[in-house]
């Protein structure tokens, strides 16, 4: 794994028995230069801080999607670091109706820089769900784009690889959600950081391949 890349596995509070997420499972968050990838939930926030501020700050906040795990801890961080925040557009109205004194600093569609990766769009996690990537670092920020195939938040059957999609029951449209993993194809990556399971250290782009032959969705021209 790049040597710029710090891994914060932050606390999961117990949920309903449907949601299958079982509370030993960390949320990862990801600090890569100076900008943090997610934040984990709002208990995370003093915990959260403490790393960061041992890591010498932060200077931008990418939430890569509207679901409250990656966002949570948002408002303490800019309260004690003022970053910048960076938000999907399709996704910008959580913050709004979660944090009524907070606005995001700059809204990414996919296809921009942000800090050295490249912002894509995968919807159907989310609407405005994005992955960020940077091949010079071989990284590909997945956020829930994928997940672990050993996560609790994938679905229940066997993976050829270490990746897997959310479980239906974590997105707003799984049909959608799985095609557009077609964006990943083709990448030159070594690591793949996942809020949900291990991050992948090594050979992230025949990860990402794999798990594409998985569903059905590659094929050789």
Same mark, same amino acid.
């Given at each position: 794994?790049? /040597?710029?890349?710090?891994? =914060?596995?932050?606390?999961?509070?117990?949920?309903?028995?449907?949601?299958?997420?079982?509370?030993? #499972?960390?949320?990862?968050?990801?600090?890569?230069?100076?900008?943090? =990838?997610?934040?984990?939930?709002?208990?995370?926030?003093?915990? $959260?801080?403490?790393? $960061?501020?041992?890591?010498?700050?932060? #200077?931008?906040?990418?939430? #890569?999607?509207? /679901?409250?795990?990656?966002?949570?801890?948002?408002?303490?961080?800019?309260?004690? =670091?003022?970053?910048?925040?960076?938000?999907?557009?399709?996704?910008?109205? =959580?913050?709004?109706?979660?944090?009524?004194? $907070?606005?995001? /600093?700059?809204?990414?569609?996919?296809?921009?820089?942000?800090?050295?990766?490249?912002?894509?769009?995968?919807?159907?996690?989310?609407?405005?769900?994005?992955?960020?990537?940077?091949?010079?670092?071989?990284?590909?920020?997945?956020?829930?784009?994928?997940?672990?195939?050993?996560?609790?938040?994938?679905?229940?059957?066997?993976?050829?690889?270490?990746?897997?999609?959310?479980?239906?029951?974590?997105?707003?449209?799984?049909?959608?959600?799985?095609?557009?993993?077609?964006? $990943?194809?083709?990448?030159?990556?070594?690591?793949?950081?996942?809020?949900?399971?291990?991050?992948?250290?090594?050979?992230?782009?025949?990860?990402?391949?794999?798990?594409?032959?998985?569903?059905?969705?590659?094929?050789?021209?």
């Amino acid at each position: 794994m790049s /040597d710029s890349v710090t891994r =914060f596995n932050m606390p999961r509070p117990d949920l309903p028995a449907y949601l299958t997420a079982s509370p030993d #499972e960390p949320i990862g968050c990801h600090l890569v230069g100076d900008t943090l =990838f997610g934040t984990g939930y709002a208990l995370s926030t003093d915990q $959260l801080l403490r790393k $960061l501020e041992a890591a010498g700050g932060v #200077e931008r906040v990418v939430v #890569e999607h509207e /679901d409250t795990d990656h966002y949570g801890a948002l408002p303490g961080v800019v309260d004690r =670091f003022d970053p910048e925040v960076v938000v999907p557009d399709g996704d910008q109205a =959580f913050l709004q109706r979660a944090y009524a004194d $907070l606005t995001a /600093d700059r809204l990414v569609e996919g296809g921009e820089e942000v800090a050295g990766f490249r912002a894509v769009r995968v919807r159907g996690h989310t609407y405005g769900n994005m992955a960020f990537v940077d091949e010079s670092q071989g990284l590909l920020v997945a956020g829930d784009t994928v997940v672990g195939a050993d996560s609790d938040i994938a679905p229940d059957r066997r993976w050829s690889g270490p990746l897997a999609p959310p479980a239906e029951l974590f997105n707003r449209d799984t049909d959608r959600a799985r095609r557009n993993l077609v964006a $990943l194809a083709g990448l030159d990556v070594e690591t793949v950081l996942l809020t949900h399971g291990e991050d992948v250290g090594g050979g992230g782009s025949d990860a990402v391949d794999r798990l594409l032959r998985d569903l059905g969705l590659h094929w050789e021209l």
